[in-house]
């Protein structure tokens, strides 16, 4: 079973074009990411929810939008696609946790890969 | 700044060679992770650490709290251990992680 499965895995579209990302961990993680790889492989944090709730977000464009239906469950949708908006999108999952208390792995699913033409 | 620096940022090696990547923090942390990714494939974790030391087959990885500093090391490397190896850090206080940029290694058969 996949821990961290996100769909789909690869995403062809024109700008302007609206798009979505589905994540879902089956893990009974409490707190769910959404990161942004760069050609340089560096992984930058959009969003981040605990709960279904947001408790990080970052300097993204409003074209970005994170729903959290349910805890093991974290969507990002994006309207406007843009040119620059071309990477790969990498959900994640782990314990969120309190002050001091290592509260377990970091799950990643596999990545989506978003061109925008 | 980064709150995590790693080196080097590319590594080339020849097959058996012994590799070592270091990871340097500037924040007081809960946890260390090391992670692995092959090109083109999807991330892995391949440590947690919050004290000392921890040996996984032909990987090594080991931390200093008092210094902030981490470091992974490769016995006897394979080709297939070609990928990019990322440091982690979850800090003490919220739910975030900081990233380092990444170590490409290649390894040379």
């Known amino acids: 079973d996949t821990a961290v499965s996100q769909t789909p895995k690869y995403l062809v579209t024109q700008m302007g074009n609206d798009k979505s990302i589905k994540c879902e961990q089956n893990l009974g993680h409490d707190t769910m990411y959404w990161y942004k790889q760069d050609s340089k492989k560096f992984l930058k944090i959009m969003f981040s929810?605990?709960?279904?709730?947001?408790?990080i977000n970052e300097t993204v464009p409003n074209r970005f939008s994170p729903k959290s239906p349910d805890k093991a469950h974290l969507n990002l949708h994006i309207n406007s696609l843009e040119l620059g908006d071309s990477a790969v999108y990498f959900c994640?999952?782990?314990?969120?946790?309190?002050?001091?208390?290592?509260?377990?792995?970091?799950?990643f699913g596999e990545g989506s890969r978003l061109t925008v033409l | 700044k980064n709150e995590v620096e790693q080196s080097p940022q590319n590594l080339t090696a020849q097959e058996g060679e012994f590799i070592t990547i270091n990871c340097s923090y500037s924040v007081g942390i809960s946890a260390l992770h090391w992670l692995q990714q092959h090109p083109g494939g999807g991330i892995v974790s391949l440590f947690m650490?919050?004290?000392g030391k921890k040996k996984h087959g032909r990987l090594i990885a080991t931390i200093n709290i008092q210094e902030k500093h981490s470091s992974l090391h490769i016995t006897a490397s394979h080709p297939r251990d070609s990928a990019v190896y990322i440091c982690?850090?979850?800090?003490?206080?919220?739910?975030?992680?900081?990233f380092g940029t990444g170590t490409s290694l290649t390894v040379i058969p």
């Open positions: 650490l919050s004290s």
């Open positions: 994640a999952s782990s314990h969120g946790g309190q002050g001091g208390r290592n509260t377990g792995e970091l799950f």
């Open positions: 929810y605990n709960n279904k709730e947001l408790i």
């Open positions: 982690a850090v979850r800090p003490y206080t919220g739910n975030q992680f900081y």
